[in-house]
């Protein structure tokens, strides 16, 4: 399990921007105000945790203006497609040995 654990997406460890990634990964896009309102995150942390996902290329950022406001997209790439789904299996695995007895 040990060598589990190691294969984690350091990226994705964080439980805000794993969520980002699901979220993104099941629609096409969605706005820095639907992902506010889904996470429950400040705009700080938020953006903080939307831009170091697009500095890994996890997610790409589409903006443009919507009645006069400003609008930001975000959706999922293939490299954060790729990355979710590897660190997903990993965690499922993991949880699958949870509770089960270690053998020496």
Known sequence: MKHEVVRFD???EHRVR????VLVT?????????LKELTG???????ANLR?????????????FIERKPVS??????RGRKCLKAHLDVLSRVIAQ??????D
Do not use: Q
């Open 10 to 12: 350091r990226v994705l």
């Open 18 to 21: 794993l969520a980002i990634c």
């Open 26 to 34: 099941r629609y096409d896009r969605l706005s820095f105000s639907r």
């Open 41 to 47: 995150e400040t705009d700080g942390n938020l953006g």
């Open 52 to 64: 170091k996902l697009e500095d890994e290329a996890f997610v790409g950022v589409t903006k443009e």
């Open 73 to 78: 997209w975000y959706s999922i790439t293939s």
């Open 98 to 103: 949870a509770g089960k007895r270690a053998k």
